[in-house]
């Protein structure tokens, strides 16, 4: 056999060789990872549904219930991130949209490096102790560039906002400053951090995790396909 012989063969081996590896690695039992993309994207993962008990509690609070709705969409939020603000409108708009035919819970998610974020949800929480959930909640985002990011506690002007909303003001201070209310709000930080939430918002649609920052469109693409499902 000559050496150019010898050589091409060994070259071939070397090719049938990697080739079995190849297909070693990419057999039974091995994942290759692809981009995650919108639902019904061709090539697209579907992640696991998130549990439904830590999803929504009993306590939980909801902007909209629909009794034997068949879609659910919880928000872990936190109301001085500006990317929740930001989010704020596409979440009324599907409110508007889908009114009478979703539930839409939310959950407090307040982050450690927001000095106020934990007293804004308490006091949404005592707002809602109230039955003034909504208009709290709503009070928060239209304001948040008055009182977000400080380092200064801005108690006194939740209290004021409770004041607005003709709300009973001795109740609500109470109610805020409570360790009970402390512990509410930090119990949903539990359940976000067990169903692995590291930041805000974080949404779920049917225990699906939306992609970051969903637009109208992605959003109710994928309520439709729940309604439709």
Same mark, same amino acid.
């Given at each position: 056999? /000559?050496?150019?012989? $010898?050589?091409?063969l060994g070259l071939i081996m070397v090719a049938v060789i990697g080739l079995g590896l190849l297909v070693t690695l990419? $057999?039974? &039992?091995?994942?290759?990872?692809?981009?995650?993309?919108?639902p019904g994207d061709p090539g697209?993962?579907?992640?696991?549904?998130?549990?439904?008990?830590?999803?929504?509690? @009993?306590?939980s609070r909801h902007l909209d219930r629909v009794e034997e709705a068949p879609v659910?969409?919880?928000?872990?939020?936190?109301?001085?991130?500006?990317?929740?603000?930001?989010?704020?409108?596409?979440?009324?708009?599907?409110?508007?949209? *889908?009114?009478g035919r979703i539930n839409m819970v939310v959950?407090?998610?307040?982050?450690?490096?927001?000095?106020?974020a934990e007293p804004a949800a308490a006091a949404v929480e005592a707002a809602a102790r109230q039955g =003034?959930?909504?208009?709290?909640?709503?009070?928060? *985002?239209?304001?948040?560039?008055?009182? &977000?990011?400080?380092?200064? /506690?801005?108690? @006194?002007?939740? +209290? &004021?906002? =409770?004041?607005?909303?003709?709300?009973? +003001?001795? @109740?609500f201070v109470e109610t805020m400053e409570s360790p009970e209310t402390l512990e509410r709000v930090r119990s949903d930080v539990q359940d976000g951090l067990a169903l692995g939430v590291r930041g805000t918002p974080t949404i779920f649609v049917n225990g699906r995790p939306t992609p970051s920052m969903p637009s109208h469109e992605?959003? /109710?693409?994928m309520i439709d396909a729940e309604l439709e499902g």
């Open positions: 056999m /000559s050496k150019n012989l $010898g050589i091409t990419n $057999g039974p &039992g091995t994942t290759t990872p692809t981009a995650r993309g919108n697209s993962t579907t992640p696991p549904t998130a549990p439904a008990e830590l999803l929504v509690r @009993e306590d659910t969409v919880v928000e872990f939020l936190d109301f001085e991130c500006e990317a929740c603000r930001a989010q704020f409108p596409v979440m009324e708009r599907i409110r508007e949209d *889908y009114e959950r407090y998610f307040p982050m450690p490096g927001h000095t106020n =003034a959930l909504e208009e709290m909640y709503t009070r928060m *985002y239209e304001t948040q560039a008055e009182w &977000g990011e400080s380092q200064e /506690s801005k108690a @006194e002007v939740f +209290v &004021g906002f =409770a004041e607005e909303l003709g709300l009973d +003001v001795d @109740e992605v959003l /109710s693409a």
